[in-house]
RNA sequence: GCGGGUAUGGUGGAAUUGGCAGACACGCGGGAUUUAGGUUCCCGUGGGCAACCGUGGGAGUUCAAAUCUCCCUACCCGCACCA
């Protein structure tokens, strides 16, 4: 029969909103369970079907908690602040903060409608200025440590946001928003130094839960690379430091490249004979695009600088120094020393330029046909005067021990990570507390005066010179110096969207104190979250901003754990019919609403957890949904059948505790699709016989994680007292859940054979004897000896034969 | 190029981690109920008449391989001139 879900679930919705069964208490005396999803950027269009995946999974696993007695907070924000919201804004004349509010409102009928147990008290908004005060004042303490400061230097411009955008958002070249070209432009930007936190963020991944594949790329994204920073001098009488993984092959640099931005090359430009050829390039190379820059990369372009060289500092060789843009400003000191023979870069330019190869390291083919680049014990050292006999191994440390010796060089480690840019020059967003004076510089805005609020303008788009809109606002920019009273104007750049986010997880803790950011006593109660899930796109950005906020934080006493984050689980994407992303365009967007409206919340829930492995992509499927609504039906059709009995049937004792055993130890390794598996297996069972009371009490428990509003329902109409989701969650006796009879296999060399029944545990001689009495294993065993018999307990038996001599 | 991952029936996916491959579900076929369709309830469903053959392909280890090792192939994700 099929039940009326659109009733169920609305009433008990509203049953939910009075009741406020999922609100997280502070101080409790149970152990607390801080459960945390990523928050949704609450877009125009409203939940796609890809949200409810994470979302019901951790429902799932922090309504389990409950029912297991832990005090739980699963809280829910809105990471309001963007660009689609500012462009809608622009383009339909409407104010971005009734954009947002109307936004959230949706999203938060949708996500009351799917049934998802939020602490709805906990709400958090990232644009709300009293939320975003705490964002701004942990900038400032940033800039009281000297972690946030102002830099000229090239950055990332999206030609189409007209905004400048950080590494992490700049994907093969173009704007991972809109997939526009990136290209480089000098600006004066706010810089977070998160290189400070290198080291100590790729450390503290060994402790933590995560997993493997996102401590991977957060430690190849951070990229550390040991090696040596050496020396050179130029024949202008300039050092130029470079830095170099391969110290050992030191004796065959044979010339230097710099990147074209190198500050030495302005300073030698009156020298140089071919100034005008080293300015041609230069200006080719600015004017390139991120995408340009990797595109072009398959053939090495440079200029050789006419008039000045460098030499080499262990054996005095006077080198030539090339410019080229395959040595990046922006990576070490940007420059090296080239050393064709052992490295393939190098070794490219070098065929294209002439310069000299010379072998430093034997053991490979000829390096005038190719570079030889291993770096372990296969090559020794050659024409390198000390080094020579010494393996790769052993001369890095040698030859780096020499150079700090004669002060020409220092062992070094390297990290590809960059400091964050955190500026934009957008409208909707935080606005960054701090005053430029003429006289003082910058200072920051006094505490007591934050928030610091977005004022309202009359136009949200940049300006075109690449201003944020605010810098129209002259009655807001022009203000005092909080240091010495006179004249100043305000910052008019904004945060970028990954400064609310970087935090709001603390918010959660103790979302309405107005003294701090949360309490010291909600933050040591619920630190550190417990287990967060999220997408894996986010592993380089959010969750690495965040581990580095949340260590500042815990350094400046606030928080008081390392990390934010015990364990991170990630989930897979949902694909639509066919297995093809999701998209407009393909008009094959399934919608939240349209599937709630015809087969329910419940069913939702379960199929987005039924799909398949959690962890990977899965396909939706129109025709798989109705089989998770049959289920449900079915479920219901025991329940209004009503059941016999009181007491758990005893023929259906084992499969419960089973389904027990499996549904629990399921949901803690996010296998959701077979904790549901089993539990259609036991209602198959149970339709063979009428259920009792008990076998239904028992499935309803374990459902209700799930389908939380029909099990609600069948509950009450069984006459059990208080909330199926109130209920202790239930236990089994694992001896219950072993069959006292096996089925095991039986092998013949290997191959099966037969089946045969024995007792449970029973012993290896009374395993062989039975199979060797079923009749086909007898018939096998005609004329034939038993060489070696394998009894693997409970399982199988396997029969090694040979003919009888 | 480097790093990570995936490949199992018509489909989504299971497989106690080396032990009866295909749980569960979709789809399909058959039957019952129904005036009929839908719903619901049973039964069947990897291939092959069979011996047997079957987990992307090829070798290997083992009494035993989807699972371990080596070599391929295809696809997906991340990074990409990082010295």
Redesign the pocket.
């Known amino acids: ?2 039940y009326d879900f659109a009733r169920i679930e609305k009433k008990w919705q509203g049953v939910w909103e009075k009741e406020k069964p999922y609100a997280a208490v502070t101080g409790d005396k149970r152990p607390k369970f801080y459960g945390l999803i990523e928050f949704p950027y609450p877009s125009g269009q409203g939940l796609h079907v890809g949200h409810p995946r994470p979302f019901t999974a951790m429902d799932i696993i922090t309504r389990k908690k409950r029912m297991q007695g832990y005090n739980v907070l699963f809280p829910i924000g809105f990471d309001a602040f963007g660009l689609p919201t500012e462009n809608y804004a622009i383009k339909n004349h409407i104010h971005p903060a009734i954009v947002t509010k109307k936004n959230i409102e949706n999203f938060t009928r949708q996500l009351k409608m799917l049934g998802f147990g939020f602490d709805w008290d906990r709400v958090v908004d990232t644009t709300d200025p009293t939320y975003y005060k705490w964002t701004q004042w942990i900038f400032l303490q940033l800039w009281k440590k000297g972690l946030a400061y102002k830099a000229t230097m090239p950055v990332n411009w999206c030609t189409s946001c007209k905004c400048v955008l950080a ?2 958002e ?3 070249g173009v704007c991972e928003r809109c997939g526009s070209p990136v290209v480089q432009k000098e600006k004066s930007q706010w810089m977070l130094r998160i290189t400070a936190y290198a080291q100590r963020l790729i450390d503290d991944l060994d402790e933590l839960d995560f997993i ?2 996102v401590k ?2 957060q430690k ?2 951070i ?1 550390r ?1 040991t ?1 040596a920073e050496v020396t050179f001098k130029a024949t202008t009488g300039d050092d130029i430091v ?5 110290p050992d092959t030191l004796f065959g640099a044979t010339y230097m490249v710099l ?1 074209p931005e190198h500050a030495l090359v302005k300073k030698w430009m009156p020298k140089l004979k071919n100034a005008d050829d080293v300015r041609a390039y230069q200006a080719a190379a600015a004017s390139k695009s991120d995408l340009e ?2 595109e ?2 398959k053939e ?2 440079g200029v050789c600088l006419d008039g000045v060289a460098a030499v080499n500092p262990v054996n005095g060789r006077e080198i030539p120094i090339f410019i080229s ?5 922006s ?7 080239a ?1 064709p023979a052992h ?1 393939d ?2 070794w ?1 330019f070098a065929k294209k330029f002439g310069c000299e190869i010379v072998e430093v390291v034997a053991g490979g083919e000829d390096v005038q046909k190719a570079a030889f680049t291993a770096k372990d014990d296969t090559g020794v050292l050659v024409n390198s005067e000390f080094l020579n006999g010494l393996t790769v191994r052993q001369a890095i440390p040698a030859i780096t021990k020499w150079l700090e010796e004669k002060g020409i060089g220092k062992a070094q480690v ?1 990290y ?1 990570l960059r400091d964050w840019v955190f500026s934009r020059q957008r409208y909707w967003g935080e606005p960054i507390p701090m005053v430029w004076c003429e006289k003082c510089g910058w200072q920051p805005l006094p505490e007591d005066q934050l928030p610091l609020v977005l004022p309202d303008v009359e136009s949200y788009e940049p300006t075109d010179d690449g201003e944020s809109p605010l810098s129209k606002m002259t009655d807001w920019v022009n203000t005092t110096c909080p240091c010495c009273g006179g004249p100043a104007r305000r910052e008019t750049d904004t945060m970028p969207q990954w400064a609310g986010s970087s935090w709001y997880f603390l918010r959660y803790m103790d979302p309405h104190n107005d003294k701090a950011l949360a309490s010291k006593e909600a933050l040591d109660y619920w630190s550190p979250v417990d287990w967060y899930n999220g997408g ?2 986010h ?2 950005l959010h969750l690495l901003y965040s581990r580095f906020w949340h260590k500042f934080l815990y350094d400046i006493g606030v928080v008081p754990t390392k990390e934010p984050y015990a364990k991170r689980t990630s989930h897979g994407m949902i694909l639509g019919e066919g ?1 093809v992303k999701m998209s407009k365009s393909r008009g094959n967007v399934v919608n939240p609403n349209d599937v709630v409206a015809k087969y329910g919340a419940d069913t939702l829930r379960l199929y987005t957890m ?4 959690f962890e ?4 939706w ?1 129109d ?2 949904v ?6 449900l ?2 479920v219901w ?1 025991l329940a209004e059948a009503g059941p016999e009995g009181e007491d758990v049937t005893p023929a259906n004792e084992r499969i419960l505790h089973q389904t027990i055993k499996k549904v629990s130890d399921d949901i803690e390794e996010m ?1 959701f ?2 904790a ?2 089993a539990m ?2 036991l ?2 069972e149970l ?2 016989s009428k259920p009792s009371k008990g076998d239904m009490e028992i499935l309803l428990r374990l459902l209700s994680p799930f389908a939380p509003h029909v099990v609600e329902e069948m509950w009450q109409m069984l006459g059990f007292d208080g909330r199926a989701m109130a209920q202790s969650w239930p236990e089994y006796d694992e001896a219950k859940t072993v069959e006292h009879t ?4 039986v ?1 013949i ?4 054979k037969s ?1 045969v029944s024995v007792p449970a545990d029973a012993d290896d001689d009374a395993v062989i004897a039975a199979a060797q009495a079923e009749p086909k294993v007898a018939r096998a065993m005609e004329g034939m000896e038993i060489v ?1 018999a ?1 009894v ?1 307990k409970n ?2 038996v ?1 029969l ?1 034969l040979r003919p009888k001599k």
């Open positions: 029969m099929a590494n992490e700049v994907v093969e493997e594949r991977i790329q190849n994204w990229g690379s090696g470079v830095f170099t993984t391969r990147s820059r990797t072009l990369s090495k372009t843009d395959y040595v990046l400003a990576y070490g000191t940007g420059a090296i020393m050393v490295d870069r190098d490219e390297n590809k894996m796109e592993t380089t297995g039924f799909i398949g492995d990977k992509a899965a396909a499927s025709e798989a109705k089989g998770c609504k049959k289920f039906d079915r059709a296998k699709n077979t549901i598996a259609m297996t209602v198959n339709y063979k096996k089925e095991l296999a092998q060399n290997g191959k099966l089946t070696k394998i693997v399982r199988l396997n090694i």
